[in-house]
């Protein structure tokens, strides 16, 4: 070792280090958790203590547009930023992120992809904060956090019910809280009396309630607040790009049942190229319903630049 | 429904939300995913495309002291604000967090252990990256983003072996790295030059490198670059809660094998308690010798109000 | 306890005995293992050791007809017994058994259903041996035994292409050990020789050597040996059960995507009945063509007594 | 393809079996289901539908010591033909068997270890039924079967817990039905008038009822009734294989916490072939107490030579 003076300790330190070899074993306890191929993955993130969280930062009761559109603006960068991303939905402090079936990312190893969709998710909404939030800067005890789960569909219509569960979700919770927070703000109701007043009613009760108290028909409150909002990948405008997309459609065609054949690198690499040129999209729309689906054929072909016949 | 008038559209959209029971066997898809009882749960992070990241912003090589400081002041957050965890381990652009073995967080499920450790260290991380990178705001296109795994141990022993795993990594790394940069920066040499003389030199060959060109003693580097970071929680410094937690490990004895006995909910509440006031430290230390270990038992036993026999 | 009298040591079991509360908690670490809804479950089971085992007990080569028979009574079992099974494929000392993706058996738990399968399998593979084999029985020390696994398809492609997989794979074997035991047993050469001569053939060359060399056509060499077993659920022939099945089958008619509805518990145990009358045939015929498949609708339906419109 | 002729659909089946590459790609969507490694690996089996099938063949209540012993029988043979079982325990129809946790049989794979090891034991189950039964023969449609479960066990207090969980199990079933059916069998009550009586009775009623009515102490009942089978590994009796048994142990000497260090190929090869000359005995002991295992140190070791201080 040369002129190299050890003391005792590095020395028994380095001696450690010979033996590096012998803790190589820990990694044997790694298991490993790929996804089956061939489903759809969606993973679904939550905001962590949300209530307590908007209370600390005054958002608006039922909704606070800002903060929608904050998670909106997060989610926007997910999608742009990870591949393989058909559709993603979001409502109150949660959104869904779905994977086409055919992807590949990260082997389908379901912690690498919840922990870099969550991790990505929240360096954007806190990077955003100050732009929708000027006037209330975050406080580092009270910092924004999520967390996600991932979950395979094996069909499409599993996917779709999934989709329509969330929408579901969302319009019966925006009804009750729409009705519950006008029998508040506007009819100084106490929380408890609207609570108890809510219990066991039914849509067309709240609806009325909202009508004949509060001159609110329901029909027109913003379609964000009562459809949630769905991102999606807009077909590219240019010819050229249109022209290209048609010819990798047609190479890729799927089976029947939409089986994924295997891309060439080529054929991937192109395609990958049309994804970041697709124009990603908010939308405030019903996704229940056959028509979404049936005039936006690529999301599940994952062909973004295929156009369809009408839209 | 009252005078409440519905466009078609809408009362469709309400006809397919009265299904909305047909909907929610989706959940049924969502797996668990429930770590075994009994064993230490590290989870550990990694940054995403780091290199990259560094290089944007300039870091400096081999070590950035302000970009490990950043990292260990992001922990900080991690270990304070979730329970049960009882060392962390950082180096580089990773950190590995241990959960004890009694731990029952999230019902130990791994993708929200995960998950939400991810996306705390990356809220911290980007909330006081201003703190640390003054003169370099973050970029939207360019911000940090983590992932994330969790791996269970059986054992002590198999717990001890993964910590030494990272600091034998952690120094046989930084070895390297401080060889590698010295022969670029000081020696004027080509990446390629100092890589080819580097391939197949065993540590004293790096050492002798070290001192016979540059004069530099390994031994006497930064011990934050050569032993990485380790977080503690010592035992409170106040006598009365020092007290109150020896009382505490009393009750809360473990039985032969260190098997956790089910605390009652008090006991839980006081041993949190505990451990909101003990001091969370940093430092730079041999985590391989035993001596570590037999000189904090409260690591293992998680009682972090148990003093040693001395220190 | 009245006049019984209890020796120290009983007395101490006894006391034990009166914690067994506190062992329950083993129970927790059992691990859910539930497979996904909505996937084609397949279970392939292996003989164990089946050279040797074939070995001892004569087998003869390159096919034993009493072995594959044996193997198709079992499976024959194995279809009889367990609910929801739609097809089952048997070549050489493996079988394949595919649930129906709606099949709800044993919760789906796939060490239940494995370990289920393998147990009835090989409970009368060794009950029948003596019917097949009626000159050498079964030795103590050379039981026939298996192992099996799970394996989840999302789909009827992925689905069909297992099937096809298993059969190309037979097809591939067969040809090989047709030729290599001719040149063996017919052709007076060596393995060694015989091996290194078919090294690097395709399939022409091994039907060329078939055919020159022992004027064998291996078109017409028997069906079982070529396409390996199938067995099937043939619908009922009784034309009040075929009706009985259709009516079942309007009633419980799938989506477009032939997603299965939860069927009434009337409906099932209707079904059930339906099933036990099936009648289970094996068939040695082609499963990769689309054919097969069209002709038998009730196998991918679960609806064994919906008839196809012609066969 | 030289004189040979296909028929246009051999010629087809072959055209297809070109693709067999195509097919392969299935293979992706088996999972890996290794469990951790060094945790202590129990199978669990039980029979299927043993309450009918054990009237169907007459079984003795409450306890048949032929089907015990054919149970037992069965387990024996497990227990030799399977490497790293350390220890079995049965109870009426189920059978516990301990994989050492240093165990790498089939690679931890889950499926495979609890597929393997309930057919074995079905196998032998069936095979030696007419040695315990020879005037009840099997009949095909109530054929025993079994199914199984791996479970994994952490630490030593967690097996022996689980160890003292079936033998407390085992106590309080067997005190319940032996009370059950001698009330029944000569106290003439119906089930109902017997199950209704026992009803929230403890362990000292039963006692009393048993000494009271039917002269009946407990105590004196049939050890294998009491407490279960327990199967274990006797050191080899021969001074020379001792010897090399002891030589093995200090060579593989285990680390302060029993971790067990990667054995050469040579010692592994050893010490296989000592568990082979170890005797294989069932016993009806009391595992739950510390005496238990301090007399038998080889079970936990994995190292069936090593002689206790004094047994």
Redesign the interface.
Known sequence: ???????D??F???L??D??D?????????????L????WIVVR?DG?GFHKFSDKYGFEKPNDARALDLMNAAAM?VVRGLPDLIIAYGVSDEYSFVFH?SSQLFERR???L???L???F???Y???WSTFFPSRP?E?GF????????????????LR??M??RQ??C??NNLYNTTFWNMIQRGGMSNTDAERELQGTV??DK??I???RFGI???NEPEMYKKGSVYELLPPKDTKDQTAAEEQTQEAET???G?TKELSNTQAAKLRKLQKKANVVVKYV?V??DEFWDRRPWILSNQPGKLPSES
């Open positions: 070792m040369g002129g190299v003076l050890f003391s300790k590095a028994l330190f380095l450690n280090i033996g590096f012998r803790y190589e074993y820990v990694k044997n306890f790694e298991q490993p958790d790929n089956i191929p061939n489903t993130i962590r960068e079936r379901s912690s690498k919840v922990s870099t969550v991790s990505t929240t360096a954007h806190i990077y955003k975050l580092p910092l924004p956090t999520f967390d996600g789960r991932a979950v395979q569909y094996p069909s499409v219509r599993n019910d999934y329509s569960w579901a979700d319009h019966i849509s067309s609806n009325e909202l009508f004949s028909n329901y029909n089976g029947a049942e089986e019903d229940i319903r």
